[in-house]
């Protein structure tokens, strides 16, 4: 069964940077698509990165264009999100989601992300 | 405003069948899978039905999916307590080369 544990949330004042990492077990990371998901407090979910299973195919949300970079160590088992220039509006948990062969996303328990003053 | 438009609630009596909407465009639901999530209060999200109309091990039966054209529905039948629950849909966009969720939808077991 997939297993993703994200870490490296907190609390943070406005164009302050932090970065996320998601540890994967249980299963051949390296075969797995691979996605970050936020949810802003009492909101739905918002798609914000994928990167191919090599990492050679990255994409991202508009609203994070620019300001955050997706990448992934496969020898670690490793996801992570650089996220710069931190606004209140990226207030959410954030989680890491994988999926192979178009079976849909295995989600992690989420790492919560604060940015205020 | 999402891309996939969903009712933002829905309700029914134990036992009762229930649906829930998910529109899209030629873009996103019109050329690839839908996929359904379930997120219990205070849980991550769960995959509840994937391609469309696929359920994973352990889901149960009660929960299928459907698709024609740019909308797709899930069907909870023989609705339980334990189902009250958000729902969302999700599906790749290929003129946004992203996923796409819809608003999601809260259900109520009354």
């Known amino acids: 069964e997939v297993h993703l544990v994200e870490s490296g949330g907190g609390l943070l004042q406005p164009g302050g940077s932090l970065r996320l990492s998601c540890v994967a077990s249980?299963?051949?990371?390296?075969?797995?698509?691979m996605n970050w998901v936020r949810q802003a407090p009492g909101k739905g979910l918002e798609w914000i990165s994928y990167i191919s299973s090599s990492g050679s195919s990255i994409h991202y949300a508009d609203s994070v264009k620019g300001r955050f970079t997706i990448s992934r160590d496969n020898a670690k088992n490793s996801l992570y999100l650089q996220m710069n220039s931190l606004r209140a509006e990226d207030t959410a948990l954030y989680y890491c989601?994988?999926?192979?062969?178009?079976?849909?996303?295995?989600w992690g328990q989420g790492t919560l992300v604060t940015v205020s003053s | 405003q999402s891309v996939l438009t969903q009712p933002p609630s829905a309700s029914g009596t134990p036992g009762q069948r229930v649906t829930i909407s998910c529109s899209g465009s030629s873009s996103n639901i019109g050329v690839n899978f839908v996929y359904w999530y379930q997120q219990l209060p205070g849980a991550a999200p769960k995959l509840l039905i994937y391609r469309s109309n696929q359920r994973p091990s352990g889901v149960p039966d009660r929960f299928s999916g459907s698709k024609s054209g740019t909308s797709a529905s899930l069907a909870i039948s023989g609705l339980r307590s334990e189902d009250e629950a958000d729902y969302y849909c999700a599906g790749w966009d290929d003129s946004l080369s992203g996923w796409v969720f819809g608003g999601g939808t809260k259900l109520t077991v009354l």
């Open positions: 249980r299963f051949i990371f390296s075969t797995y698509e």
């Open positions: 989601a994988g999926y192979y062969n178009r079976g849909g996303f295995s």
